[in-house]
């Protein structure tokens, strides 16, 4: 089992106050792992909601204030983005539910703060999928995805259409009907996420409730085989945790939620990693009723390495090989074998011919 | 402690180990790199920067390294990375020495929002800046060169920095690039200045660095006002014309050369419109060096 060895930049958000006593050196550091992780403007909004900005040395401190101008930019884009699929699918008789970023965003939840993704993600009813495609492409939106075995994959398997690009603006949708591909074996039924959204006071737009919210992070996250942006992602279950906790049994809604939504695994991993690398307060209590009859030697020793910041200095030999297992994992739990093997075969040759970019 | 006091085979061990720390301007960068062309691209060029130890804060950790020892006899390639992030596709080894420079750019131009960024080269005479927007092709490092050589402060070849708090021009003094014809004439015109080898067969042509004065290197701490704001064109057939140009047409030309003026919104739109009103700004054409360098020094007076 690994000895868990707190990178720097887990220790700072945990407890900011913890840089103060920092050498040069060490907010060089605390500044290279977070900028590898996506969390530099995260961590500015973190010093400055303990009124610590102003202690940090100069150097560390510009390149967190560069990394913030980046994310205010990124906010009113956003904003813009956010108005106009609204606008595009203001007609259709369906409501619109933001998820993820866009969701904290439009929140204002702490986790919004520099969170910076490339996607606006949204959850439609599946039966008005094609209208609402129909509806964005008018508004011009276009698919990226021109390979016929591409469509057919997402179509037929997964939650989502393929993602659309817009022609002017160039900026990307997922339009989902699900939160987990029809392949996985704890699909949720969709109806009872639309039956508990919350509505946006003043806009026409819906968002997941807080529990719903969490348990989409932690599907997400946990389902997920890539982790570059591992602790980002666990970060924001840990402040969505955080906000959402001081509300009255929030905690028992969120685990009685997990059970109506099949997401007790997830919710399980969440909770056990946010409160081990990043000490989300998860009262003993719920960490003991969210428990999972789950091999956690071998889990601890593939997630404690995988969902920490993709650096050189928080890797050790084992890390790639936590991270290829995850992988092959994730796929593991979209879909059954006898879809995935010849799905990454084929993906593999098309790699080796080059027609793959990723 | 200046780069050139250093042994070549300390430069070499400390490229090869955990890297060589010095100060670009106002940035300090750590590089490391086996290849043999960019420590010579260091030792010729950029030996009047500042070494740092190793309890610096650097802000930009970058390599230069072969991506696969199997290419090494065949179409041997190298990869520019900035702290284990890649975001160049690999170029043809003999090139690893200007990749160092646009990988740099890249830093630069992707991490430092405190600055409104113009792709424009900067000299100074009489404490004054002189900021030459330009297209690749307009001129402007040829320019900057000529200026150089006859002891103008060089801020900056490739990007000039402009402060979004203070309005000023923050320096960059770095090797001046040069592309292809632009090599011959500064060669001839300054037949003084020091050239680093010349890269050939680049996306850009040949590129050849002439090394940055030692005087401009030394002030990179100190910034300069900005006071003209010139847009340059080089036609073989044209007389030296310099022509007064509106403000709001200068506002609109600079803003098409700029690197980060989307991203910066408001502050951006706020630092250009200080730029063009505390700066004179001109269209100039030219095909003469020497009459140029004579005209803007009778500007700077």
């Known amino acids: 089992m690994k000895s868990f060895q707190q990178p720097i930049l887990c220790s700072v958000l945990i407890d900011p106050h913890f840089a103060l006593n920092f050498n040069l050196r060490q907010w060089d550091l605390l500044i290279r792992q977070a900028r590898s992780a996506n969390l530099l403007a995260r961590l500015g909004y973190l010093f400055e909601s303990v009124g610590l900005l102003n202690q940090l040395p100069a150097r560390a401190l510009t390149h967190i204030m560069s990394a913030q101008v980046y994310a205010d930019r990124f906010y009113i884009a956003l904003q813009r983005e956010i108005s106009c699929i609204k606008e595009a699918l203001n007609s259709l008789n369906a409501p619109l539910v933001l998820l993820k970023g866009s969701a904290y965003f439009m929140a204002g939840n702490i986790a919004a703060n520099g969170r910076l993704f490339s996607d606006v993600d949204i959850l439609v009813p599946e039966d008005k999928l094609s209208a609402v495609e129909e509806a964005l492409i008018k508004a011009g939106w276009m698919t990226n995805t021109i390979d016929p075995y591409d469509q057919k994959y997402y179509r037929q398997w997964m939650h989502e259409i393929p993602p659309l690009r817009h022609l002017k603006r160039h900026t990307s949708i997922d339009v989902h009907h699900n939160i987990l591909p029809k392949t996985n074996r704890f699909y949720p039924d969709s109806n009872k996420l639309f039956a508990n959204s919350v509505k946006i006071p003043d806009h026409n737009i819906w968002i997941l409730a807080p529990e719903d919210r969490v348990l989409h992070s932690a599907m997400h996250l946990f389902h997920e085989g890539e982790f570059t942006q591992g602790l980002r992602d666990l970060s924001d279950l840990d402040l969505l945790l955080k906000e959402f906790s001081i509300q009255e049994s929030f905690w028992k809604k969120l685990l009685l939620r997990s059970t109506e939504l099949q997401q007790q695994i997830p919710l399980f991993y969440a909770l056990r990693y946010s409160h081990r690398i990043l000490q989300t307060p998860v009262p003993e209590s719920v960490l003991k009723a969210s428990k999972q009859p789950i091999n956690t030697i071998l889990m601890d020793a593939l997630f404690l390495r995988a969902l920490l910041p993709d650096h050189n200095s928080c890797n050790d030999k084992w890390t790639g090989l936590a991270r290829s297992l995850l992988f092959i994992r994730s796929h593991y739990l979209k879909m059954p074998i006898y879809l995935m093997v010849p799905h990454l075969l084929r993906k593999t040759y098309r790699r080796i011919l080059g027609k793959e970019l990723h | ?301």
């Not at chain 2, 996306?203 to 005087?215: E, F, L, T």
């Open chain 2, 1 to 301: 402690m200046k780069l050139e006091t250093l042994s070549k085979k300390t430069v070499f061990r400390a490229l090869n180990s955990d890297g060589l720390r010095f100060t670009i301007g106002g940035f300090n960068v750590c590089l490391s790199s086996s290849v043999p062309a960019v420590a010579e691209h260091l030792l010729s060029l950029y030996g009047a920067f500042d070494v740092l130890d190793n309890t610096a804060f650097i802000d930009f950790y970058t390599a230069l390294e072969p991506p696969s020892k199997l290419r090494r006899f065949f179409r041997p390639q190298v990869n520019f990375s900035f702290d284990g992030y890649f975001p160049f596709k690999p170029l043809p080894y003999k090139q690893a020495s200007a990749m160092f420079e646009w990988g740099l750019n890249w830093c630069i131009a992707s991490h430092s929002h405190q600055y409104l960024i113009i792709h424009a080269s900067v000299v100074v005479r009489n404490r004054k800046a002189f900021i030459f927007p330009g297209v690749p092709g307009s001129g402007k490092s040829t320019l900057c060169a000529a200026l150089v050589s006859r002891g103008w402060r060089l801020l900056s070849d490739e990007m000039t920095l402009l402060s979004v708090s203070d309005g000023c021009v923050y320096p960059l003094p770095r090797p001046i690039s040069l592309k292809n014809r632009s090599i011959d004439v500064i060669q001839e015109f300054a037949p003084d200045a020091v050239m680093g080898s010349i890269v050939k067969n680049t996306a850009k042509g040949s590129i050849g660095h002439v090394r940055p004065p030692d005087n401009s290197v030394a002030q990179y701490n100190t910034p300069a006002q900005p006071a003209k704001l010139i847009f340059p064109k080089y036609d073989k057939d044209s007389n030296t014309v310099l022509t007064t140009l509106s403000k709001s047409r200068a506002l609109l030309k600079v803003t098409e050369n700029c690197f980060n003026y989307n991203i910066l919104g408001v502050k951006g739109f706020n630092s250009l419109s200080n730029l063009i009103d505390v700066s004179d700004c001109y269209d100039f054409k030219y095909s003469n060096l020497e009459e140029a360098v004579a005209l803007f020094t009778d500007l700077a007076h």
